[in-house]
């Protein structure tokens, strides 16, 4: 068995003007909880420090900086130094999204995942799939999404990762490269995302190629985004509802395609009393069945236990891709 206890860590409302220093002690006590409950990994949210930014127009950038960390390792930064310090304390692994200001002042949407065992960042990933627009919407009622003003598509493509420490019986030998023939073997191989990256199914793929176990992921979605996605008129309880749906539908059905855990994690809640977003923070496995998933639209921990050799049925039998896929078959998906 390839055993660990995981989380989502899901964060309820955050305000505009919500202090940086109170949003990291919500996220220090959700750790100290999986600490508790022994879990190994923990998963925050897309944008985990602050509002979700690219609903509002900034005109001035220093105002737009304000929601951004500065500099190339966000685990050494006034505020998220704590949480580094308590996941080493605790041993726990965590994934953090945050608004990302390279020191050469490019945007971008990332997260990271800190190993508590190395003490430091083992992988970062910058989000590909932007959704929105540059301009806001002409409506004064639309809510807009302003993320391709404010950020550029991830360059660090979806490279996947060993994290050491995991698993007890990971050994050395079999932990060498990410790739679909040493899924199973040595150290868990993981993957992250970052919220409309889950809807498509490239970008699991790609994970999948290198034999990734694990895909985790946090996100911001309104529940009721028609300006954005054009969807016909409903109640704000049916568009609450169909945003959830294909939120666990893009979940479960990418998680049985590409034989792999996945593990959502939700900003979620009333924002500045006018903005809902959808909870369902999620855990599924390779069969496409959900473990564990929110309850409440606050936060909380959601917890399972996984065994990462639940992945070799799809791997090895039901999928097999280096056996059943057709590549000859395929060239469109990347020429246009
Ligand atoms: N953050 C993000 O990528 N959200 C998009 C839609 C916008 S809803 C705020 C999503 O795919 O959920």
């Given at each position: 068995?390839?055993?660990?206890?995981?989380?989502?860590?899901?964060?309820?409302?955050?305000?505009?003007?919500?202090?940086?220093?109170?949003?990291?002690?919500?996220?220090?006590?959700?750790?100290?909880?999986?600490?508790?409950?022994?879990?190994?990994?923990?998963?925050?949210?897309?944008?985990?420090?602050?509002?979700?930014?690219?609903?509002?127009?900034?005109?001035?950038?220093?105002?737009?900086?304000?929601?951004?960390?500065?500099?190339?390792?966000?685990?050494?930064?006034?505020?998220?130094?704590?949480?580094?310090?308590?996941?080493?304390?605790?041993?726990?692994?965590?994934?953090?999204?945050?608004?990302?200001?390279?020191?050469?002042?490019?945007?971008?949407?990332?997260?990271?995942?800190?190993?508590?065992?190395?003490?430091?960042?083992?992988?970062?990933?910058?989000?590909?799939?932007?959704?929105?627009?540059?301009?806001?919407?002409?409506?004064?009622?639309?809510?807009?999404?302003?993320?391709?003003?404010?950020?550029?598509?991830g360059n660090l493509g979806f490279q996947a990762f060993r994290v050491p420490g995991l698993v007890s019986n990971a050994l050395k030998k079999d932990s060498a490269g990410a790739d679909e023939n040493n899924a199973g073997k040595g150290d868990p191989i993981l993957g992250m995302l970052i919220c409309n990256?889950?809807?498509?199914?490239?970008?699991?793929?790609?994970?999948?190629?290198?034999?990734?176990?694990?895909?985790?992921?946090?996100?911001?979605?309104?529940?009721?985004?028609?300006?954005?996605?054009?969807?016909?008129?409903?109640?704000?309880?049916?568009?609450?509802?169909?945003?959830?749906?294909?939120?666990?539908?893009?979940?479960?059905?990418?998680?049985?395609?590409?034989?792999?855990?996945?593990?959502?994690?939700?900003?979620?809640?009333?924002?500045?009393?006018?903005?809902?977003?959808?909870?369902?923070?999620?855990?599924?496995?390779?069969?496409?069945?959900?473990?564990?998933?929110?309850?409440?639209?606050?936060?909380?921990?959601?917890?399972?236990?996984?065994?990462?050799?639940?992945?070799?049925?799809?791997?090895?039998?039901?999928?097999?891709?280096?056996?059943?896929?057709?590549?000859?078959?395929?060239?469109?998906?990347?020429?246009?």
């Amino acid at each position: 068995a390839r055993t660990v206890k995981v989380a989502a860590a899901q964060v309820g409302a955050v305000h505009l003007d919500a202090d940086r220093k109170e949003t990291v002690d919500r996220l220090v006590a959700l750790l100290r909880e999986a600490a508790a409950q022994k879990v190994q990994l923990v998963v925050f949210p897309e944008c985990t420090l602050t509002t979700f930014f690219p609903r509002y127009l900034f005109e001035s950038q220093e105002e737009l900086d304000m929601y951004f960390e500065h500099g190339e390792d966000v685990t050494t930064s006034e505020h998220v130094k704590s949480l580094a310090e308590e996941a080493r304390k605790h041993n726990i692994d965590f994934v953090l999204g945050y608004a990302e200001r390279t020191t050469e002042g490019t945007g971008y949407n990332t997260c990271i995942y800190y190993s508590a065992t190395e003490g430091k960042v083992v992988s970062k990933y910058r989000k590909v799939h932007l959704p929105g627009t540059k301009e806001p919407f002409e409506d004064p009622d639309a809510i807009n999404q302003l993320e391709k003003r404010y950020f550029e598509p991830g360059n660090l493509g979806f490279q996947a990762f060993r994290v050491p420490g995991l698993v007890s019986n990971a050994l050395k030998k079999d932990s060498a490269g990410a790739d679909e023939n040493n899924a199973g073997k040595g150290d868990p191989i993981l993957g992250m995302l970052i919220c409309n990256d889950r809807r498509w199914p490239e970008a699991w793929r790609v994970y999948s190629l290198q034999g990734v176990e694990l895909i985790v992921f946090g996100f911001n979605t309104g529940s009721n985004m028609a300006h954005l996605w054009g969807s016909k008129p409903m109640s704000s309880e049916q568009a609450e509802a169909e945003a959830l749906f294909h939120s666990r539908l893009v979940q479960q059905a990418n998680s049985y395609m590409n034989a792999c855990f996945s593990i959502s994690s939700a900003r979620c809640g009333f924002d500045d009393g006018k903005f809902d977003l959808i909870a369902g923070s999620a855990i599924c496995n390779p069969e496409g069945h959900l473990l564990a998933e929110a309850k409440t639209k606050g936060d909380e921990l959601v917890v399972a236990e996984i065994d990462l050799s639940e992945c070799r049925q799809g791997k090895e039998k039901t999928f097999d891709f280096a056996r059943h896929r057709r590549i000859e078959t395929y060239g469109l998906v990347v020429t246009q």
